[in-house]
């Protein structure tokens, strides 16, 4: 067991006290969302869009819209991860696979017809359920990361989303994954508290 891994991830807490003169410069957000954007997605359809607030002003509303919960706003900036059904559009997808080498244009007319099969075949596929698996593996990597960074986290669904968009301007097709404030600690998380692992297992051999 990589030990430097395994105190990382046992460390990790949702934390909701920041210090809200605590800033985060554009160059790290964007180096913090190029690494969580190593996430898997379906088919690598990659259809997280995120907004980040870094503005007191607007987290402040964002805050009213959230519960009034403080950490919306003493965050040092709020991402606001969604997930965009246009990215499971099967044309778009390969078009960008063939851009960028992934796949020949000879394979891609085999590949879209079983594409368009699949998702013909499972309504999930391409839909809500979709954008929140894959959005949600991509907000649990931001979640980790933004530790790298020497910055603490809260995942966040405890939120007028619907609102959220109207106020920033939003399209409103794209799903609501997961508000993270994100900021320096000046507090714990609330200690780890998890069921035994016997209790959600069978190890079928
Ligand atoms: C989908 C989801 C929604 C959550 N919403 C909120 C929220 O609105 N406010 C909050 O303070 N914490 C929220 N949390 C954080 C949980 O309370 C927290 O993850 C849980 O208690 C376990 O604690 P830990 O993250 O410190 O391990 C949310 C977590 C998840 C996964």
Known sequence: MNSTIETFLSQRASVRQFDPEAEMSTEQIKQILALAATAPSGNNTQ??????????????????????????????????????????????????????????????????????????????????????????????NLLHVVRVFGYEAVPMRGTDFTAIKKELDLPQSWEAIMMIPVGKATASGYPKIRKDVTEFTKIIE
């Open 47 to 140: 259809p997280w869009q995120v907004v980040v607030v870094k503005n007191k002003a607007q987290q402040q509303k964002l805050r009213a819209l959230s519960f009034d919960q403080p950490q919306v706003e003493t965050a040092a900036a709020v991402f606001l991860v969604f997930g965009d059904p246009a990215a499971y559009d099967v044309d778009t997808l390969f078009s960008y696979n063939v851009a960028n080498g992934l796949l020949t244009e000879k394979d891609e007319a085999a590949f879209k017809g079983k594409m368009k099969k699949f998702y013909a075949l499972s309504a999930a596929e391409g839909g809500t359920e979709s954008l929140m698996l894959d959005g949600g593996l991509f907000a649990m």
